[in-house]
């Protein structure tokens, strides 16, 4: 998003403004989303979105390597 650039960059005005001007259109920005292949079958992934029929177990495993990395 344009205004993470400009706070990055230490432009917080310009990103406080362009924050500003986007909610009062009333714009949204699209969920985040990720996506993996395995085995040749490509598995999309939204922010916040428990339905892929494996979710449960994908979970599972993501909690074990975050526990091995901290």
């Known amino acids: 998003?344009?205004?993470?650039?400009?706070a990055e960059e230490a432009k917080y005005d310009r990103s406080m403004g362009l924050r500003k001007e986007i909610k009062e259109?009333?714009?949204?920005k699209s969920p985040?989303?990720?996506?993996?292949?395995v085995n040749g079958s490509v598995h999309g992934f939204l922010v916040e979105?428990?339905?892929?029929?494996c979710?449960?177990?994908?979970?599972?495993m993501l909690e074990k390597i975050e526990k091995l990395m901290n």
């Open 25 to 28: 259109k009333g714009l949204k």
């Open 55 to 60: 979710y449960n177990e994908i979970n599972y």
């Open 32 to 37: 985040g989303c990720s996506s993996i292949e």
């Open 49 to 53: 979105d428990n339905s892929h029929p």
């Open 1 to 6: 998003m344009l205004s993470n650039i400009y």
